[in-house]
């Protein structure tokens, strides 16, 4: 009998000629709608070198408006109609959402397809804003995490565009309020209809909301850049950075992998996910001996992020005591090589493989998430049946499949290793 699909509700997915798609899932919650916009460019895309941060850039610039629908009136329709919108930019893409009632959808989508299409602004809003960026830069910088980032994608990477953060490197955001000219080319190249997916959650009809879209964004012309993302050499050895910081902290340490991009088609990434849960939730035997037995870490936190190319498997620990950095380094590097040389249960694994999909399923349960959820998959297969087929991919792991995947990932010569602590340290 065929496994039952994880995400429950039946999509509608429509492709426009001008390569709009057009992903709507209609749901029981009466009167309320969600859109999600999602732009197929995150920081991945800035491939020219010194341009970086012009993805997160228009997340904010998406705001100030257009000959019909200048900043006031776009706030004032918001307003009116008592939508919730906002914005976020990650590496693979820009995402911009509302979540508002049935009867203002049809009015809200006409507004966001003329900031699509008509997006305007001088040279003098760009300069103000790109100051803006600059601050944001600065205030970041003052959360170690953010660094410790910074500094480990700029480590582990060499040419490829996931070297920098969203934000984009110091050097190239203190250049921004001089290049107008090339943020109008930014724009040009990946606000196309070809680059972007609308989803639609919510009180709807699949075939009213359709023609909606038709109506407003149906005239939306076509682009032809296509991005050449540079390709990232095999890493040959392990690397390491270390951060001093001006200001009294506890210690970091940041252990990453190299990592397969996300696929949907194999074991490998989904193997990897249950490999991060096993080793580094607050269920794991790590996190018990680290956390909570010794107390010599007040937080222990690992990631597979999900990426449309290869990207890092990442730790980190704050340690309490920076004497104790050498026993907690060498307790991660054991947990990674104990799932290389022996493997799980099967018990272990089907209780991790039972709380993803409950999990999962439980975040389902309101327009705004269904939509925040299938934009992140959307965005790196552009098409909802990719959350079906990850989950039916962890059913198919074995402990086997477990094992032969730390022993490809943990691997000294593809880690990277950041510290940072107190300079007075």
């Known amino acids: 009998m065929a496994e039952a699909s994880i995400f429950p509700f039946p999509f509608h997915q429509h492709d426009f000629p001008n390569g709009l798609r057009l992903v709507t899932v209609p749901l029981p919650f009466p009167k309320i709608v969600s859109l999600y916009i999602v732009v197929h460019a995150g920081s991945r895309n800035e491939v020219e070198e010194g341009c970086s941060g012009f993805a997160h850039f228009f997340e904010h610039m998406m705001f100030r408006g257009t000959p019909e629908f200048p900043p006031d009136r776009y706030e004032a329709v918001l307003q009116e109609t008592g939508a919730s919108s906002n914005a976020y930019t990650d590496d693979d893409r820009t995402v911009y959402h509302t ?8 009015r809200v989508l006409a507004m966001e397809a003329d900031r699509f299409r008509n997006l305007s602004y001088s040279v003098e809003d760009f300069q103000t804003e790109a100051l803006a960026v600059y601050g944001e830069y600065n ?60 989803v639609v ?7 009213v909301v359709r023609a909606m879209v038709e109506k407003h964004w149906g005239a939306w012309q076509r682009g032809s850049y296509q991005v050449q993302i540079p390709h990232e050499p095999p890493q040959s050895g392990p690397r ?17 992998q190299k990592a397969p991009a996300y696929c949907d088609e194999s074991l490998d990434c989904a193997a990897l996910d249950l490999l991060t849960f096993l080793g580094f939730s607050e269920s794991s035997a790590l996190y018990e001996k680290l956390v ?37 380094r060498q307790s991660i590097l054991d947990t990674l090589a104990g799932f290389a040389a022996q493997p799980v249960s099967v018990p272990e694994l089907e209780k991790v493989k039972s709380h993803l999909r409950y999990r999962f399923a439980l975040s389902l349960n309101n327009a705004d998430s269904i939509a925040a959820n299938l934009a992140h998959y959307i965005s790196l297969r552009r098409t909802p049946e990719t959350i079906n087929r990850l989950y039916r991919l962890y059913s198919q792991v074995a402990p086997e499949d477990l094992q032969r995947v730390a022993r490809w990932i943990f691997t000294e010569s593809g880690r990277t290793t950041v510290t940072l602590q107190h300079e007075a340290a």
Do not use: C
């Open 292 to 328: 909570l037995d010794e107390q010599s870490v007040d937080l222990l936190w690992a990631s597979n992020s999900d990426h449309v190319d290869p990207y890092l498997f990442t730790v980190m620990v704050r340690v309490k005591d920076p004497a104790q950095f050498p026993s907690v």
């Open 240 to 256: 390491a950075a270390s951060i001093p910081w001006p200001t009294h902290t506890l210690p970091y340490l940041l252990i990453a």
């Open 201 to 207: 959650t919510g009180d709807v009809s699949p075939e």
């Open 139 to 198: 205030k970041d910088s003052t959360e170690p995490a953010n660094k410790l980032f910074e500094v480990l994608r700029d480590t582990a990477f060499d040419r490829h565009t996931y070297k920098h953060t969203t934000m984009g490197f110091l050097s190239d955001i203190q250049r921004m309020p001089r290049m107008y000219d090339y943020s109008r080319l930014f724009f040009d190249r990946f606000y196309r209809p070809e680059y972007t997916t609308l």
């Open 99 to 106: 979540t508002l009632t049935r009867e203002d959808f049809e």
